[in-house]
Structure formats: structure tokens, C-alpha cells
């Protein structure tokens, strides 16, 4: 079994900072055996871990920084994010604040951490699964391609009951087909990898052989190619999706963080330094 | 892809076409840059020369037969579409409205509305403080552990500039209530937030030290208490005498074994005189009353103080005849005839100090008597009153009960050289004359007179007193049991003598006793060392010179059960960081006094 090159990616720089906040607790456990308070700096150390991540957005929006690829920022983004997990740990010891604004806080810090893994998830596990199916969508203009599917379809069932004089596939379609050539189907299913989309299609393209004429044949295998097709399209439309709509609540959960984080600073400042 | 077949999909547009939304051909235009549908018609035809031209794209089929209308619009039209906001647009929107959100929860929770909070800090307030905290911070709030700041926004962010730690050590508020001996202890952290971090909530409990931490700077290191603790000290935990002379070996051997004795020995072992009720670093002996009484009391009112004994004068000192009215005595008394002294003792110690006289010269100590008896005939007490305070005793305790007719008729008797006719002693002690003394019979144990007296005596240190005195055969037989010590002075240790305080060191027989059982295993720390004659460690004054009667404690005593087992050995079991602490009862009393000063109003 062999790493994918995604995974690999991020594999080294993942264990660099893990070994690196590894490297911070042995300090802390140092300062607070001798009876000192590494909070602060343990503090500040977490900060830069949050901070470093949000670098990566500036990084696709602005022309002049373009520091680097966007593969090593995502790279960077993924490892000081999960860095940050365990300082976030150090710096609290494990302990849930009770206080409102802090709870607030690390409530924020544990939605980010939940969806940030989540999309993580989607990072190492989607893109491969489409590149599996052989074909490529653009996202925006799949809309479009289930329309045309949906007319070619429409026209299929026509051309075939035009030719045998047989209501028995549009009425098929009317039940079955116009429903699932409306819009994507099986979206969940998609996401986590499953075949119940393939299995619907087969099952119905056999249901629909075994009673069409056999003349007609090949308008039948055009429409089971249509329905192929809106297979692949549904997988590549579920993922994509889940892709790009992660950071729905991602990116708004860390500006909210970012805001608590700074508020934080400032209190701690003013009452605790 | 070419540009004529390529329609308006980008993935930063903020909008998306209305129709893609429903799952129908979107147009290929797309919407307007202000959100409204561009796909109403299926292109903008472009004038050349007095014609309108059709630029309908390739993609839709290319120019149109029908051609433009003559005023220039699109023949082919159709109803226009709601564009929706692209996913970018959305994620944008939603960044904006959370972090305002963030803002407005904020400026809610204190900054400036304190919304369902009643103290209006909720967003600068951590958390909740311990329980004990919360109920000293009273009325000031913050202020009573944060320096305050200005109450306008710019005194509140410059106070991020500045040092206002409540553990700052240019001004440690937490010293304001606690207190510790922060001059002799090597313990000296630089803060308390080291440890001691607040705003955890009412029941967090106070952070415990590690034995890594005190590894860190003890040279010995102890990796456990089996393998590396240091050995306790040779006599440990012997360090002194008791304050009572008390031989163990001798009453559990032999006295409550006596058939004498036997039926007046207590039942049980150590716990019959050992209170384990009251267990804590020590485990204190119940009262005389219910565990000595039953063989000593009896010894108590046998030996009594002597004030006073008449001595045996070489003349009459007196001119008796002007006592005749004052001792309403028979005026035959006064008759001269050769004098002989009714007493032939010399003077008793006590008194021979207290009025400085020599008792082998009876030439100089007669008239001495003489003023004596003249004054206590005339005042009572008030001769030995001004002798006492002379050597700086407090005559209210020393004389307290002594009756001033008592001491006026001994004395008449006495002036007319006559044994005093008195009544049979009391029966429950105090002060009584009998034929040629006035005396002082303890009444029970714990006398306070008597006390008082054996404490003045061991005040004077004078080698007389103390010898004849301050002997277990002296009065009270108080000293049979009390030991006499010298630490800075002579003194009669009347009450239990604690074990003087091990830095950084507890420990509490409670546990142990409810763990084992009350008297159960006693023995197991506290053997009897039966080679020792315990009652002679009570020749000397010093208390430190002695053998214990039991035997010491050593390591492995406390490894039986705190050694690789489950129980507790870590450093924090026997040792604390602190040490002895405390709260300043200054706090406290202003803190009451303001309550009062409340009350008041």
C-alpha cells in the first residue's frame, strides 16, 4: 500500500511541528518545574500558530504576496493548524475556561479545529476519488451539463417512442428518470465513497432492457450512457461541494476566533501582565 | 476554450444565473455586476452603419435570421432569472457578519452593555473566582487584586503598558491577606500564578506541587520515598523529654500490673490515656482527672507550702503591750520574765528569701520577725504582698484566697511568743496556720495557686529554693510528675511541650489511626525501648539530655506501607512548599470593622 503524494505532502511537515510542539512542552515542563509560568510565552507561541494559518488566505487574494505556492502554504497551513490543537492544550492545560468570552473562545477554537480536520478530511480524500472517475467537471458549470444531460435524456425517450409507438419508456422516464436527470442526486452517498448511485442506474437500465425492444437498442444504450454520465457527474458536483463549501464555515468561525484572540490579548495585557 | 464558447462561469463572480440555481441552462452571459439577470435577451446587437448588426454567440447557434428589431434590441427575449450570490460572495458575507458578531457579543457581555450579566464584566471577566476568594473581594470588585485603570478607553489600553499582575512583586496584592514566611524560607517563587492560577471557577482546587519540583532544586534528589528518602534523624521523633515524667515501661509493666494497683489501671492500652478523638500531629493525653487521678490525686494535698514557719528568736522583738487591744490578748501575757522563743526552728526558706535574712543569725533576723509579725498584725498580708512584688512576683495569684484574720491571729500568737491555737486545717485545701506556720494545702489538681507558687520559686533560680522546693517530694507533689526546665529560664512545664515546628514538615495521626484502627497498631510506630529508666532523664533541667523511652523511628517503618504500594509517598505526602501560612487578621478585623462601622449607621 503506498502513501498518496497528498498524504506525503503533508505527512513531513505534520511531524515537524508535532515533534516541534513536542520540543515547546519539554520547555514548559522545564519552566514550571522550576517554578516558572510558561503561559505567556506559551501564549504568544499559539498565537503565531493561528496566525500563520490565515497567511494562507492572504496568499490566494493578493497579487504582490505571492510568496511561495499555494501547495507550501496549504501545507503550512494544515501543520501549524494542528500544532496549534496541541498548544492551545499546553497553553489552557486542559482546563475549560469558565469565564464567557473565554468559553466563547475556545468554543470558536474547537469549531474551527472540528471543521478544519473535516476539510483536511476532504483535502486528502476527494480529490483523488474524482480524479478516479476519469473525468473533469468544472465545478460552476456542472448546472449546465445536468441540463444538457436532461434535454439529450428527454430526447432519447422521444426518439424511441416515436419509433415504436410504446409509451412504456417515457412513462418509465416520467417515474423514474426525470426525477434523477432534475438535478444531482445521491449527494451524501457521493461524498463518503458509495455505489448507490450505480446501483440505481443499473438497476433501472435492466429493468428498462428487459421490456424495451430490442431494435432500439441503441437509443437504450445512448440513455444508459447519459445516465453513466449524470453518475459521474453527481460525484464530481458532491465532492466538489463539500470541497469548496467546508470553508463556508471554516473561514467566518476563524475571523470570528481571530477577533476573540486579539480581544484576548488586550485583557490579559491589561489585568494579568 | 476559446472565448465564443466559453460562458461567464468564474469562480470569483459574485453571482451566479438564476437559472443554473434550478438546474436549467444558464445563459451564457450571466448576471449584471448589480446582481440583476444579463440573460434577458440572447445578445446586444451592434450598430454598423444605419444597421443593426446581431452578435448572438456560437455557442447559442450564432447570428439569428430574424436579425435585430429596428430599434436596435433582440428579437430572441426571455423572462429574467434571481440570480443567487456565488459561494465566494456567501463566504465573504458570512466572514463579515462573524467577526461583527464576535464585536457585537463582545460590546454585549460588558464592554459597555453588560446584557444578563449583573456586574457588567462578563467579556474582561475570565471566569469565576475559588469560593474564598469571591466572598473577601466585598465591594471593590476587581480592584481588589487588579490595579485599577482609567475609566475612559485610553486609561484602559494603556494599562496593557504597565505592570498590574495581582502578583506583581512591586505590589503583591495577594500579601495583603495572605502570609508567609517569606524571609526565612528558601521557597521563594517568583509569583503565586506560578502555582496558583484563579479564575478557574468556585471549585478548582489550589494546584499541587510535583515531586519533579522539588527535585529541581533540592541537591538530594528523591526519585521516591523507598528508594531515596534520607534517613530521619537518630532520635527521631524524640527530640525533647515530656513535660511529665511519665515512665511508660514502668506503669504498663509494672504498676498496672500490681495487684495493688490493678483495679485503679486503665483499661485498654495506649487509647485509654491517649485521646485519638483529638488525633492530629499529636495525639494529647486526656486530663489527670480521668486518667491519673485514680492513683495521684491523693498524693496532691499531702505536702504543703510553707509561707511562713515561726522562727526561734533571741528576744522578744515586740513591745506586746500595745497589742494587748488589737490581739484582745490577756494582758498577763505582757508580764516580763526571761524569754524563751516558742519555736526553735530557724527560718524556712521561703521566707528566709523573701525577706532577705540570714537564718543563722538569729540576732539579726529577730527584729526582722518582729516587723513581720508587727505588719501582718496591723495590714495582713500586705508584709508578704511587699516582699513578693520586691522580687517580682504577682502577689493577687501568689496570696489569692489568703484570709486577713487568719493571718492577723497566727500572728498575735506568734508576737506574744505563743503556739496559735488553730482550728482543724480545711478539708479542701487553701491557706491555714497551724501552731507556729502559715501554710497553703493544694486543693486539686491544677491549683493555681500552687502552680503560681512552684513557677515564682523556679523564677528566682535560687539554688536553696529550687534543691528543696522543686523536688517531686516538694509541695503539691506536683513536681513528682511536672518536670523543671531550663530553656532561657528555669521553668515548671505545666502543660504538654509541642514538638517545635519542622519547616515545610506536617503530619496527622488521624488518618493513620482511623486507617488502622483506634489503638489497634500504636506499637508499630511507638515501641517500647524497656532498657531505659525514663524517670532519670528527669535529674537535670535540661530537657534535651535524655533517652527516650521508645524506640526511634526509621524509614522503613513508613515504607511498610508507603513504600511501592499504592498509598501516597510523593514528596507533597509529608512536606509542604509553604510551610506555615496564614491570613494577616489585620484583614479580617478591618473587614469586621467596616461591617460594625455598617451597623452602626
Same mark, same amino acid.
Given at each position: 500500500?503506498?502513501?498518496?503524494?497528498?498524504?506525503?505532502?503533508?505527512?513531513?511537515?505534520?511531524?515537524?511541528?508535532?515533534?516541534?510542539?513536542?520540543?515547546?512542552?519539554?520547555?514548559?515542563?522545564?519552566?514550571?518545574?522550576?517554578?516558572?509560568?510558561?503561559?505567556?510565552?506559551?501564549?504568544?507561541?499559539?498565537?503565531?500558530?493561528?496566525?500563520?494559518?490565515?497567511?494562507?488566505?492572504?496568499?490566494?487574494?493578493?497579487?504582490?504576496?505571492?510568496?511561495?505556492?499555494?501547495?507550501?502554504?496549504?501545507?503550512?497551513? @494544515?501543520?501549524? *493548524?494542528? #500544532? !496549534?490543537?496541541?498548544?492551545?492544550?499546553? /497553553?489552557?492545560?486542559? +482546563?475549560?475556561?469558565?469565564?464567557?468570552?473565554?468559553?466563547?473562545?475556545?468554543?470558536?477554537?474547537?469549531?474551527?479545529?472540528?471543521?478544519?480536520?473535516?476539510?483536511?478530511?476532504?483535502?486528502?480524500?476527494?480529490?483523488?476519488?474524482?480524479?478516479?472517475?476519469?473525468?473533469?467537471?468544472?465545478?460552476?458549470?456542472?448546472?449546465?451539463?445536468?441540463?444538457?444531460?436532461?434535454?439529450?435524456?428527454?430526447?432519447?425517450?422521444?426518439?424511441?417512442?416515436?419509433?415504436?409507438?410504446?409509451?412504456?419508456?417515457?412513462?418509465?422516464?416520467?417515474?423514474?428518470?426525470?426525477?434523477?436527470?432534475?438535478?444531482?442526486?445521491?449527494?451524501?452517498?457521493? @461524498?463518503?465513497? *458509495?455505489? #448507490? !448511485?450505480?446501483?440505481?442506474?443499473?438497476? /433501472?437500465?435492466?429493468? +428498462?432492457?428487459?421490456?424495451?425492444?430490442?431494435?432500439?437498442?441503441?437509443?437504450?444504450?445512448?440513455?444508459?450512457?447519459?445516465?453513466?454520465?449524470?453518475?459521474?457527474?453527481?460525484?464530481?458536483?458532491?465532492?466538489?461541494?463539500?470541497?469548496?463549501?467546508?470553508?463556508?464555515?471554516?473561514?467566518?468561525?476563524?475571523?470570528?476566533?481571530?477577533?476573540?484572540?486579539?480581544?484576548?490579548?488586550?485583557?490579559?495585557?491589561?489585568?494579568?501582565? | 476554450?476559446?472565448?465564443?464558447?466559453?460562458?461567464?462561469?468564474?469562480?470569483?463572480?459574485?453571482?451566479?444565473?438564476?437559472?443554473?440555481?434550478?438546474?436549467?441552462?444558464?445563459?451564457?452571459?450571466?448576471?449584471?455586476?448589480?446582481?440583476?439577470?444579463?440573460?434577458?435577451?440572447?445578445?446586444?446587437?451592434?450598430?454598423?452603419?444605419?444597421?443593426?448588426?446581431?452578435?448572438?454567440?456560437?455557442?447559442?447557434?450564432?447570428?439569428?435570421?430574424?436579425?435585430?428589431?429596428?430599434?436596435?434590441?433582440?428579437?430572441?427575449?426571455?423572462?429574467?432569472?434571481?440570480?443567487?450570490?456565488?459561494?465566494?460572495?456567501?463566504?465573504?458575507?458570512?466572514?463579515?457578519?462573524?467577526?461583527?458578531?464576535?464585536?457585537?457579543?463582545?460590546?454585549?457581555?460588558?464592554?459597555?452593555?453588560?446584557?444578563?450579566?449583573?456586574?457588567?464584566?462578563?467579556?474582561?471577566?475570565?471566569?469565576?473566582?475559588?469560593?474564598?476568594?469571591?466572598?473577601?473581594?466585598?465591594?471593590?470588585?476587581?480592584?481588589?487584586?487588579?490595579?485599577?485603570?482609567?475609566?475612559?478607553?485610553?486609561?484602559?489600553?494603556?494599562?496593557?503598558?504597565?505592570?498590574?499582575?495581582?502578583?506583581?512583586?512591586?505590589?503583591?496584592?495577594?500579601?495583603?491577606?495572605?502570609?508567609?514566611?517569606?524571609?526565612?524560607?528558601?521557597?521563594?517563587?517568583?509569583?503565586?500564578?506560578?502555582?496558583?492560577?484563579?479564575?478557574?471557577?468556585?471549585?478548582?482546587?489550589?494546584?499541587?506541587?510535583?515531586?519533579?519540583?522539588?527535585?529541581?532544586?533540592?541537591?538530594?534528589?528523591?526519585?521516591?520515598?523507598?528508594?531515596?528518602?534520607?534517613?530521619?534523624?537518630?532520635?527521631?521523633?524524640?527530640?525533647?523529654?515530656?513535660?511529665?515524667?511519665?515512665?511508660?515501661?514502668?506503669?504498663?509493666?509494672?504498676?498496672?500490673?500490681?495487684?495493688?494497683?490493678?483495679?485503679?489501671?486503665?483499661?485498654?492500652?495506649?487509647?485509654?490515656?491517649?485521646?485519638?478523638?483529638?488525633?492530629?500531629?499529636?495525639?494529647?493525653?486526656?486530663?489527670?482527672?480521668?486518667?491519673?487521678?485514680?492513683?495521684?490525686?491523693?498524693?496532691?494535698?499531702?505536702?504543703?507550702?510553707?509561707?511562713?514557719?515561726?522562727?526561734?528568736?533571741?528576744?522578744?522583738?515586740?513591745?506586746?503591750?500595745?497589742?494587748?487591744?488589737?490581739?484582745?490578748?490577756?494582758?498577763?501575757?505582757?508580764?516580763?520574765?526571761?524569754?524563751?522563743?516558742?519555736?526553735?526552728?530557724?527560718?524556712?526558706?521561703?521566707?528566709?528569701?523573701?525577706?532577705?535574712?540570714?537564718?543563722?543569725?538569729?540576732?539579726?533576723?529577730?527584729?526582722?520577725?518582729?516587723?513581720?509579725?508587727?505588719?501582718?498584725?496591723?495590714?495582713?498580708?500586705?508584709?508578704?504582698?511587699?516582699?513578693?512584688?520586691?522580687?517580682?512576683?504577682?502577689?493577687?495569684?501568689?496570696?489569692?484566697?489568703?484570709?486577713?484574720?487568719?493571718?492577723?491571729?497566727?500572728?498575735?500568737?506568734?508576737?506574744?511568743?505563743?503556739?496559735?491555737?488553730?482550728?482543724?486545717?480545711?478539708?479542701?485545701?487553701?491557706?491555714?496556720?497551724?501552731?507556729?506556720?502559715?501554710?497553703?494545702?493544694?486543693?486539686?489538681?491544677?491549683?493555681?495557686?500552687?502552680?503560681?507558687?512552684?513557677?515564682?520559686?523556679?523564677?528566682?533560680?535560687?539554688?536553696?529554693?529550687?534543691?528543696?522546693?522543686?523536688?517531686?517530694?516538694?509541695?503539691?507533689?506536683?513536681?513528682?510528675?511536672?518536670?523543671?526546665?531550663?530553656?532561657?529560664?528555669?521553668?515548671?512545664?505545666?502543660?504538654?511541650?509541642?514538638?517545635?515546628?519542622?519547616?515545610?514538615?506536617?503530619?496527622?495521626?488521624?488518618?493513620?489511626?482511623?486507617?488502622?484502627?483506634?489503638?489497634?497498631?500504636?506499637?508499630?510506630?511507638?515501641?517500647?525501648?524497656?532498657?531505659?529508666?525514663?524517670?532519670?532523664?528527669?535529674?537535670?533541667?535540661?530537657?534535651?539530655?535524655?533517652?527516650?523511652?521508645?524506640?526511634?523511628?526509621?524509614?522503613?517503618?513508613?515504607?511498610?506501607?508507603?513504600?511501592?504500594?499504592?498509598?501516597?509517598?510523593?514528596?507533597?505526602?509529608?512536606?509542604?512548599?509553604?510551610?506555615?501560612?496564614?491570613?494577616?487578621?489585620?484583614?479580617?478585623?478591618?473587614?469586621?470593622?467596616?461591617?460594625?462601622?455598617?451597623?452602626?449607621?
Amino acid at each position: 500500500m503506498t502513501v498518496a503524494p497528498t498524504r506525503k505532502r503533508f505527512m513531513l511537515p505534520i511531524v515537524i511541528f508535532v515533534l516541534l510542539c513536542g520540543g515547546v512542552w519539554f520547555w514548559a515542563q522545564n519552566v514550571e518545574t522550576v517554578l516558572g509560568d510558561p503561559t505567556w510565552i506559551l501564549g504568544w507561541i499559539l498565537t503565531a500558530s493561528v496566525i500563520l494559518p490565515s497567511f494562507f488566505n492572504l496568499r490566494k487574494r493578493l497579487i504582490a504576496f505571492n510568496f511561495g505556492s499555494a501547495s507550501v502554504w496549504l501545507t503550512l497551513h @494544515v501543520a501549524s *493548524g494542528i #500544532a !496549534a490543537i496541541i498548544l492551545f492544550v499546553l /497553553h489552557t492545560d486542559g +482546563i475549560w475556561p469558565t469565564g464567557i468570552y473565554e468559553q466563547l473562545m475556545a468554543t470558536l477554537f474547537a469549531a474551527i479545529t472540528l471543521t478544519g480536520l473535516c476539510g483536511l478530511w476532504t483535502q486528502l480524500v476527494l480529490p483523488r476519488r474524482l480524479t478516479e472517475t476519469g473525468h473533469e467537471y468544472v465545478y460552476e458549470k456542472i448546472p449546465g451539463t445536468v441540463a444538457d444531460l436532461r434535454d439529450a435524456a428527454r430526447q432519447a425517450v422521444k426518439t424511441y417512442t416515436e419509433a415504436t409507438g410504446s409509451e412504456l419508456l417515457s412513462h418509465h422516464y416520467e417515474k423514474s428518470l426525470d426525477w434523477y436527470f432534475a438535478r444531482p442526486r445521491f449527494f451524501w452517498n457521493n @461524498v463518503f465513497g *458509495g455505489n #448507490a !448511485a450505480w446501483a440505481w442506474a443499473n438497476a /433501472h437500465m435492466i429493468a +428498462i432492457r428487459r421490456f424495451a425492444d430490442p431494435l432500439q437498442s441503441a437509443t437504450i444504450d445512448s440513455i444508459e450512457n447519459l445516465v453513466s454520465t449524470k453518475v459521474v457527474v453527481d460525484q464530481h458536483y458532491a465532492c466538489q461541494s463539500v470541497l469548496k463549501r467546508w470553508l463556508l464555515a471554516h473561514v467566518p468561525l476563524s475571523t470570528a476566533f481571530l477577533v476573540v484572540v486579539a480581544w484576548h490579548i488586550v485583557i490579559v495585557h491589561v489585568y494579568a501582565s | 476554450m476559446s472565448a465564443p464558447t466559453n460562458s461567464y462561469n468564474r469562480p470569483n463572480a459574485p453571482h451566479v444565473c438564476g437559472r443554473a440555481r434550478l438546474w436549467q441552462k444558464p445563459c451564457q452571459m450571466g448576471p449584471k455586476p448589480d446582481g440583476s439577470c444579463g440573460g434577458t435577451s440572447s445578445c446586444m446587437p451592434q450598430k454598423q452603419g444605419d444597421r443593426w448588426r446581431c452578435r448572438r454567440s456560437d455557442a447559442l447557434g450564432g447570428p439569428c435570421t430574424e436579425g435585430p428589431l429596428p430599434d436596435g434590441t433582440c428579437t430572441h427575449t426571455r423572462p429574467p432569472c434571481s440570480p443567487g450570490p456565488s459561494l465566494r460572495a456567501r463566504r465573504q458575507r458570512l466572514t463579515t457578519a462573524a467577526a461583527f458578531l464576535a464585536i457585537g457579543i463582545l460590546f454585549a457581555f460588558g464592554m459597555a452593555g453588560g446584557i444578563g450579566v449583573d456586574d457588567g464584566y462578563a467579556s474582561r471577566d475570565p471566569g469565576p473566582l475559588r469560593a474564598a476568594h469571591t466572598s473577601v473581594m466585598d465591594d471593590k470588585g476587581c480592584k481588589s487584586c487588579h490595579a485599577p485603570h482609567g475609566e475612559d478607553a485610553t486609561g484602559f489600553l494603556l494599562a496593557a503598558f504597565s505592570n498590574t499582575a495581582p502578583d506583581a512583586v512591586a505590589n503583591n496584592k495577594c500579601l495583603d491577606c495572605h502570609v508567609f514566611d517569606t524571609l526565612n524560607t528558601p521557597h521563594k517563587a517568583n509569583t503565586c500564578a506560578s502555582c496558583h492560577s484563579e479564575h478557574q471557577g468556585h471549585d478548582m482546587p489550589v494546584s499541587s506541587m510535583t515531586d519533579n519540583q522539588c527535585n529541581a532544586c533540592h541537591k538530594k534528589k528523591v526519585s521516591s520515598f523507598s528508594n531515596d528518602h534520607p534517613p530521619f534523624a537518630k532520635a527521631y521523633p524524640h527530640d525533647r523529654r515530656t513535660t511529665i515524667n511519665f515512665d511508660h515501661t514502668k506503669h504498663l509493666d509494672d504498676y498496672f500490673k500490681d495487684q495493688r494497683y490493678a483495679e485503679n489501671a486503665p483499661e485498654g492500652s495506649c487509647i485509654s490515656c491517649h485521646d485519638v478523638s483529638q488525633a492530629s500531629r499529636a495525639v494529647p493525653v486526656r486530663s489527670f482527672d480521668q486518667v491519673c487521678a485514680n492513683c495521684h490525686v491523693d498524693q496532691i494535698p499531702r505536702r504543703d507550702l510553707v509561707l511562713f514557719e515561726m522562727p526561734e528568736l533571741a528576744h522578744n522583738p515586740i513591745d506586746t503591750e500595745e497589742l494587748i487591744d488589737v490581739c484582745r490578748a490577756n494582758p498577763e501575757l505582757t508580764q516580763e520574765s526571761e524569754f524563751y522563743s516558742v519555736s526553735t526552728e530557724i527560718p524556712n526558706k521561703l521566707a528566709t528569701l523573701l525577706f532577705e535574712m540570714d537564718a543563722n543569725d538569729i540576732e539579726g533576723y529577730t527584729p526582722a520577725i518582729g516587723d513581720i509579725l508587727l505588719q501582718a498584725i496591723e495590714d495582713g498580708p500586705t508584709a508578704f504582698e511587699t516582699a513578693i512584688k520586691d522580687w517580682d512576683g504577682n502577689p493577687a495569684r501568689l496570696l489569692a484566697g489568703l484570709s486577713r484574720e487568719v493571718i492577723r491571729q497566727a500572728s498575735c500568737a506568734w508576737a506574744f511568743n505563743s503556739e496559735y491555737d488553730a482550728p482543724a486545717p480545711p478539708d479542701h485545701g487553701g491557706w491555714y496556720a497551724d501552731e507556729l506556720s502559715l501554710r497553703y494545702k493544694a486543693t486539686s489538681h491544677g491549683d493555681p495557686v500552687m502552680k503560681a507558687w512552684l513557677s515564682f520559686i523556679a523564677q528566682l533560680e535560687e539554688d536553696d529554693l529550687t534543691e528543696t522546693l522543686l523536688t517531686k517530694d516538694g509541695p503539691g507533689a506536683c513536681l513528682a510528675c511536672h518536670a523543671v526546665s531550663q530553656a532561657d529560664f528555669l521553668n515548671v512545664e505545666w502543660s504538654p511541650a509541642p514538638r517545635p515546628e519542622t519547616a515545610n514538615f506536617s503530619y496527622d495521626h488521624g488518618p493513620h489511626i482511623n486507617l488502622l484502627g483506634p489503638g489497634s497498631q500504636c506499637e508499630t510506630c511507638h515501641s517500647l525501648d524497656k532498657t531505659i529508666n525514663y524517670g532519670a532523664n528527669f535529674t537535670s533541667y535540661d530537657p534535651t539530655v535524655y533517652a527516650s523511652g521508645f524506640k526511634s523511628m526509621t524509614l522503613a517503618t513508613c515504607k511498610e506501607c508507603h513504600g511501592e504500594t499504592k498509598l501516597a509517598s510523593g514528596c507533597q505526602t509529608c512536606h509542604s512548599y509553604h510551610g506555615e501560612s496564614g491570613f494577616k487578621s489585620r484583614q479580617f478585623s478591618e473587614a469586621a470593622g467596616d461591617v460594625n462601622k455598617k451597623q452602626g449607621e
